[in-house]
C-alpha cells in the first residue's frame, strides 16, 4: 500500500506555514510600520483587525466555494493572490492602503481552513484524521516559532519593507508547488488501490468514477443545517474560544513585548517564538493521542474532547500575565496559555465529524467564521 496522503499532508503543512507567515508578519513588522507611517495605536489596532473583518465575512461563502471547486485550483489560486497581496504592503506609504491589502488578505485567505479540512477528510481515514489535523495545524506553531527570529533579523537587515516583499515572494513560488503536486485521491495517478480502499473503509471520502454527477446547487436548507444542530453549535462556540486566545499571539504580542515589557526588539523575536513551540508540542500531542485513544477502543467522547476541554482550560493562564512584572514569569504564563491554545486546536476534527459529508466545506465555513469573530 502507497503512503501518498502523507504527501498531501506534507502540501497542506507548508500551505499552512505560507499562510500564518502572511497574516503575522505584520504583528513582527508592527512596531516600525507604526513609526514609519506615524501610526496610533488604535490604527495599528484597525490594521491588525482588518483582515479579521474579510476573513470572518467570507467564511461561509469560502466553504460554498470548497464544496464545488476542486481544491488544486483554488488552493494554487488563493495562495497566489493572498501573496501577491504581502508582497504589495512593502511598497505601501499609507494607512488606508495598508488596511485595504490587510483586509484582500483576509479575502484570499477565507477558503483556505475550510478547504484544508476537506482535503483532510477525502486523504484520510476517521481514525487517522485527528492526527493529520494536528500536524497540519502545527504548521502555523512551528512555522511561526522558528519564523518570528528569522523575520525579526530580516526586517533588521532589510527593514519591514523587505519583509513583506520577501514573504509574498516564497508565497508565489509555493502556490506554483501546490498546482503541479496536488491531486485528490481519485485522480493521483500513483496512489495504490490498496490505499484508496483503506481511506474508503475509513470514512475517507474518496469518490467513485461517477461521482461527478452527484453535486448539486447550493440551496439555503443547506445553510440552515449549518445552524440547526446544538452539538455544532456547541464545537462553534469551543472554537470562538479558541481563536481569542490565538488572536492574541498573531497580532499584539510582539508589540505587547516591545512596548509594554520594554524588550529590545530582537530578544523579542526570540521569546516570542517559545509559546509558538508549546503550543506546538502541545497540538501533536493533543492529535496523537486523540487517535491512540480511538484506536485503543475509548470512545469519542472522550478521545476527541477532553484534550479539547484541558486545553481551553489551560488557556486561562494567560491571565497571570497581569500580576508579574518579571519577564521570565510573563513567558511562563503566555507559554502555558499557547500551549492549552495547540492542546484545544484539534476542533476542526469535529468538523469532518459532525457535519454532512457534502457540506463539509459549508459547515467548515460556519465553524471558522464563529471561531474568526474572536478576531
Not at 25 to 33: K, L, Q, Y
Not at 54 to 65: D, E, H, K, S, W
Not at 75 to 84: P, R, T
Not at 103 to 120: H, K, L, M, R, T
Amino acid at each position: 500500500m502507497t503512503k501518498k496522503r502523507y504527501n498531501i499532508l506534507a502540501l497542506i503543512f507548508g500551505s499552512v506555514v505560507i499562510n500564518y507567515l502572511d497574516r503575522t508578519n505584520i504583528s513582527v513588522a508592527a512596531p516600525a510600520i507604526k513609526e514609519a507611517l506615524d501610526l496610533s495605536s488604535v490604527q495599528l489596532g484597525l490594521i491588525f483587525s482588518a483582515f479579521g473583518w474579510t476573513y470572518v465575512a467570507l467564511q461561509i461563502p469560502g466553504g460554498i466555494v470548497v464544496d464545488r471547486i476542486g481544491a488544486r485550483l483554488l488552493y494554487g489560486l488563493m495562495l497566489f493572490f493572498w501573496s501577491i497581496a504581502t508582497l504589495l504592503q512593502g511598497f505601501v506609504n499609507s494607512f488606508i492602503i495598508l488596511l485595504g491589502l490587510r483586509a484582500s488578505i483576509g479575502i484570499f485567505e477565507a477558503p483556505a481552513y475550510p478547504a484544508n479540512n476537506a482535503i483532510v477528510t477525502k486523504w484520510f481515514p476517521e481514525n487517522e484524521r485527528a492526527s493529520a489535523i494536528a500536524i497540519y495545524t502545527s504548521g502555523q506553531f512551528i512555522g511561526l516559532a522558528f519564523l518570528f527570529p528569522v523575520l525579526t533579523v530580516i526586517q533588521d537587515q532589510l527593514g519591514w519593507r523587505g519583509l513583506f516583499i520577501i514573504s509574498g515572494i516564497i508565497g508565489i513560488l509555493w502556490a506554483i508547488v501546490w498546482y503541479v503536486f496536488y491531486r485528490d485521491p481519485e485522480k493521483h495517478k500513483s496512489v495504490s488501490a490498496e490505499e484508496l480502499e483503506h481511506i474508503r473503509e475509513g470514512d475517507g471520502l474518496v469518490k467513485t468514477n461517477n461521482s461527478s454527477a452527484e453535486k448539486t446547487k447550493f440551496s439555503w436548507s443547506d445553510l440552515a443545517q449549518a445552524f440547526k444542530h446544538r452539538k455544532l453549535w456547541g464545537v462553534y462556540l469551543g472554537q470562538f474560544c479558541v481563536g481569542s486566545v490565538s488572536i492574541f499571539f498573531l497580532t499584539w504580542f510582539p508589540t505587547y513585548l516591545v512596548e509594554y515589557r520594554g524588550l529590545d526588539f530582537i530578544k523579542s523575536g526570540f521569546l516570542a517564538s517559545l509559546p509558538f513551540l508549546a503550543a506546538f508540542a502541545g497540538v501533536l500531542l493533543s492529535g496523537f493521542t486523540s487517535d491512540y485513544l480511538i484506536k485503543k477502543g475509548k470512545s469519542k467522547e472522550i478521545a476527541r474532547k477532553a484534550p479539547v476541554l484541558c486545553g481551553l482550560l489551560l488557556s486561562v493562564s494567560i491571565i497571570g500575565a497581569n500580576f508579574t512584572d518579571d519577564t521570565f514569569y510573563v513567558i511562563l504564563f503566555m507559554t502555558l496559555a499557547f500551549f492549552g491554545n495547540g492542546l484545544a486546536s484539534i476542533t476542526w476534527v469535529f468538523v469532518s465529524l459532525m457535519a454532512p459529508k457534502h457540506l463539509i466545506g459549508l459547515v467548515g465555513g460556519v465553524f471558522n467564521l464563529i471561531g474568526g469573530l474572536s478576531a
